[in-house]
């Protein structure tokens, strides 16, 4: 299965998070200026109750993404069936634009440890993780997009860099990626990697999505910690991706310190300027 990335873009979206629920409901049709939302899917993978009650609503007015944090796509077993099982079924209820996960694994032995662990990087580990990846696209019948995680530290076995890993897992398994800007400069300061060069070795036709997000600057160190709002340095390697990629879908990840609905719509407006200002200049 290898399906070019989307030609059109569908705009700039938000993660949907239980605090938005009765402000996004309350908003008159039209009004916000969201064009999309994603869920963390693990979230609705539920049998009923109010988080499906909500997104059902939710979805009657917005399209929707759908994003998982426990696939375990890297791990040595794949994700497991019964997970695939409940993943299918959101996927009916939804109807996703897309279906997004990370590129790391979450656990062993069926044991999730609910944290996204980096990958070796090696030609080995490309074709287990494509090999799982083909597996569940053929079983969810569409391609999957994989997001670049943040990482601290890396393994002695490493053979290739992480943005050749990336590139070579999408070109393998026909997966497409969805970049996270922050993810990027986060693991630049921590490793010590120039972020244009990852910008420059990933193809240019997987690119179905950016993420972007806050971190905190602990000094010799960044964390990942998506509690802020996103930083001048990563809006700056954002108008970058955009150059090389070209109109990308994205949006504003905040999973803690979660501030009113109407603030991050406003956060989501500095990406909608960047991006025209960034393609307008690069048009001309
Ligand atoms: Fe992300």
């Known amino acids: 299965m290898h399906a070019p990335a989307l030609t059109t873009s569908p705009g700039f979206g938000l993660?949907?998070?239980p605090d938005h629920y009765?402000?996004?409901?309350?908003?008159?049709?039209?009004?916000?200026?969201?064009?999309?939302?994603?869920?963390?899917?693990?979230?609705?993978?539920?049998?009923?109750?109010?988080p499906l009650a909500m997104l059902d609503k939710i979805r009657q007015d917005f399209p929707v993404v759908m994003h998982g944090v426990s696939m375990s796509i890297g791990s040595q077993d794949g994700p497991s069936s019964e997970y695939l099982q409940q993943l299918?079924?959101?996927?009916?209820?939804?109807?996703?634009?897309?279906?997004?996960?990370?590129?790391?694994?979450?656990?062993y032995h069926g044991q999730n440890m609910h944290d996204l662990f980096p990958l070796p990087y090696t030609e080995e580990a490309v074709k287990h993780v494509a090999r799982n990846i083909k597996r569940v696209q053929d079983y969810l019948e569409r391609p999957i997009?994989?997001?670049?995680?943040?990482?601290?530290?890396?393994?002695?076995?490493?053979?290739?860099?992480?943005?050749?890993?990336?590139?070579?897992?999408a070109q393998e398994s026909g997966s497409l990626?969805?970049?996270?800007?922050?993810?990027?400069?986060?693991?630049?300061?921590?490793?010590?990697?120039?972020?244009?060069?990852?910008?420059?070795?990933?193809?240019?036709?997987?690119?179905?999505?950016?993420?972007?997000?806050?971190?905190?600057?602990?000094?010799?160190?960044?964390?990942?910690?998506?509690?802020?709002?996103?930083?001048?340095?990563?809006?700056?390697?954002y108008a970058d991706a955009l150059r090389r990629f070209g109109q990308v879908a994205t949006m504003i990840e905040r999973d803690d310190n979660i501030p009113p609905l109407q603030e991050l719509v406003s956060e989501l407006q500095q990406a909608r300027r960047i991006a025209a200002d960034t393609l307008i200049a690069e048009a001309a």
């Not at 079924?89 to 979450?106: A, E, F, G, N, Y």
């Open 145 to 169: 997009l994989l997001e670049n995680v943040s990482s601290y530290v890396s393994f002695t076995c490493d053979s290739m860099k992480e943005w050749d890993f990336v590139s070579a897992v």
């Open 15 to 17: 993660g949907l998070r």
């Open 177 to 237: 990626i969805l970049l996270d800007v922050n993810n990027i400069y986060v693991s630049s300061v921590n490793h010590g990697f120039d972020p244009q060069q990852y910008l420059q070795a990933l193809p240019t036709d997987r690119v179905q999505q950016i993420h972007l997000a806050g971190h905190s600057d602990n000094g010799d160190h960044i964390i990942d910690t998506h509690d802020h709002p996103v930083t001048d340095p990563v809006w700056a390697l």
């Open 22 to 50: 009765s402000e996004i409901l309350a908003a008159p049709a039209g009004s916000l200026e969201v064009d999309w939302f994603e869920i963390l899917s693990e979230n609705y993978m539920i049998p009923g109750g109010k």
């Open 88 to 107: 299918k079924k959101l996927i009916d209820r939804v109807q996703p634009l897309w279906v997004s996960d990370h590129l790391c694994w979450t656990g």
